[in-house]
């Protein structure tokens, strides 16, 4: 997954901005072993915090394997790989925390993620 830049990424992209409005939310990302924390605050996104966390405080977390998300970030996944959904279904990633909030900001954090992908 190809963390190095994100929120530079994330920040220029004029498509998040639009979805991102005055989106403020703080999600964990756990892949295998490896955890990182996607903050956005009034649609700007903070540096990608890197874990291990010891008490990690976010609104909502997706915990999956690492070979799952690798799946997940390749630069053209397979059907049912290139959505959370389709991990979710499998029950291959799970969401924990507030889903209330994870719904709300869903098409943002979507948009987000596929910003991990690597370039075709």
Same mark, same amino acid.
């Given at each position: 997954?190809?963390?190095? !830049?994100?929120?530079?990424? =994330?920040? &220029? +992209? @004029?498509?998040?901005?639009? %979805?991102? /409005? #005055?989106?403020? %939310?703080?999600?964990?990302? @756990?892949? !295998? *072993? +490896?955890?990182?924390?996607? &903050?956005?605050?009034? /649609?700007?996104?903070?540096? =990608?915090? &890197? #874990?291990?966390? =010891? ?8 915990? /999956? ?5 690798? @799946?997940?970030? $390749?630069? &053209?996944?397979?059907? !049912? +790989?290139? +959505?959370?959904? !389709?991990?979710?279904?499998? #029950?291959?990633? *799970?969401? *924990? /925390?507030?889903? $209330? ?15 991990? @992908?690597?370039?075709?």
């Amino acid at each position: 997954m190809n963390w190095e !830049g994100l929120e530079d990424r =994330v920040n &220029r +992209d @004029r498509l998040i901005a639009r %979805f991102a /409005g #005055g989106a403020s %939310f703080r999600c964990l990302v @756990r892949s !295998g *072993a +490896d955890e990182r924390e996607i &903050r956005l605050t009034d /649609g700007r996104m903070a540096p =990608v915090a &890197r #874990g291990p966390f =010891v008490m990690p405080q976010s609104d909502f977390a997706l915990t /999956g394997a690492a070979e799952a998300w690798h @799946r997940f970030a $390749r630069p &053209r996944p397979a059907p !049912g +790989d290139q +959505d959370l959904f !389709g991990f979710f279904r499998r #029950g291959e990633i *799970a969401l *924990a /925390g507030d889903t $209330r909030k994870f719904y709300a900001h869903l098409l943002c954090l979507k948009l987000i993620l596929e910003q991990l @992908r690597a370039e075709a």
